[in-house]
């Protein structure tokens, strides 16, 4: 299993992916969030391939202020083997290496799965809410 920085031939899989373990929705088109990573810093857009194929992914983004991680993903059949930890400890460390200070993130409140993942790895709820303003439509 090699993690490397996503590739544009990486994108079909990618997508294929995060359908895969329900990350997509239909008012975010993930080709374009792909693009809009794609041109702001790649570099943090990182998938974990097994032989030729993409088994998970993470982006992670930095605004100056807090990290992010998004689209974090590992195909079902692969998932529980440590490869999620590895995707975030990898985004942390560059997120680290170029100052930042915080990480947060976003999961769906009726995913407790994925929080007590989060929370393994050293992830607290935090008290906010979340607001949200579409800016630009992707349908």
Same mark, same amino acid.
């Given at each position: 299993?090699?993690? !490397?920085p996503?590739?544009?031939?990486?994108?079909?899989?990618?997508?294929? %992916?995060?359908?895969?373990?329900?990350l997509?929705?239909?008012?975010?088109?993930?080709?374009?969030?792909i =693009?809009?990573? %794609?041109?702001?810093?790649? %570099?943090l857009? =990182?998938?974990?391939?097994?032989?030729?194929?993409?088994i998970?992914?993470?982006?992670?983004?930095?605004?100056?202020?807090?990290?992010?991680?998004?689209?974090?993903a590992? %195909?079902?059949?692969?998932?529980?083997?440590g490869?999620?930890? =590895?995707?975030?400890?990898?985004?942390?460390? !560059?997120?680290?290496?170029?100052?930042c200070?915080?990480?947060?993130?976003?999961? !769906?409140?009726?995913?407790?799965?994925?929080?007590?993942?989060?929370?393994t790895?050293?992830?607290?709820?935090?008290?906010?809410?979340?607001?949200?303003? !579409?800016?630009?439509?992707?349908?």
């Amino acid at each position: 299993m090699e993690l !490397r920085p996503f590739q544009a031939d990486d994108t079909d899989q990618t997508v294929a %992916l995060w359908q895969a373990c329900g990350l997509t929705r239909p008012w975010n088109d993930p080709y374009k969030d792909i =693009r809009r990573k %794609l041109d702001e810093d790649p %570099l943090l857009f =990182r998938v974990a391939v097994y032989d030729t194929q993409v088994i998970g992914s993470v982006m992670a983004g930095f605004d100056g202020h807090r990290g992010w991680i998004y689209y974090l993903a590992v %195909l079902p059949q692969y998932q529980s083997r440590g490869l999620g930890k =590895r995707l975030v400890q990898d985004a942390e460390a !560059r997120l680290h290496a170029i100052g930042c200070p915080k990480i947060q993130l976003m999961i !769906r409140q009726e995913n407790t799965a994925v929080s007590a993942f989060y929370q393994t790895l050293g992830y607290e709820p935090a008290d906010v809410v979340v607001l949200g303003k !579409r800016l630009i439509a992707d349908q």
